[in-house]
């Protein structure tokens, strides 16, 4: 999770400052990120990422939690897909 989480920070940072206009277009037309979606995007994967952090520290320090950490990441990685699908208007 941890991993995924940093990787998806890093492409949103990129996104966010390597896309101009006030509508960008993308998933071929169906998504557009205007400057406010840019910024949730990225305040979206930074929280996410602290997130990641915390549970990955606290499964290494509680041996017995790893089977709920699990379950946990994989729920954690969905909503994050839905929240950075759900930050972008739908056209």
Not at 33 to 52: E, K
Request: proline share 2%; glycine share 8%; no cysteine.
């Amino acid at each position: 999770m941890l991993v995924v989480a940093t990787i998806q920070a890093a492409l949103a940072v990129v996104v966010a400052f390597t896309m101009t206009g006030s509508g960008t277009r993308l998933a071929a037309g169906h998504l557009r990120m205007d400057p406010t979606a840019r910024l949730f995007l990225i305040v979206i994967d930074v929280i996410f990422l602290g997130i990641a952090g915390y549970v990955w520290g606290r499964s290494r320090a509680a041996p017995e939690l790893r089977d709920t950490v699990a379950r946990f990441a994989q729920l954690g990685l969905v909503f994050m897909a839905a929240a950075n699908v759900s930050s972008s208007r739908t056209t």
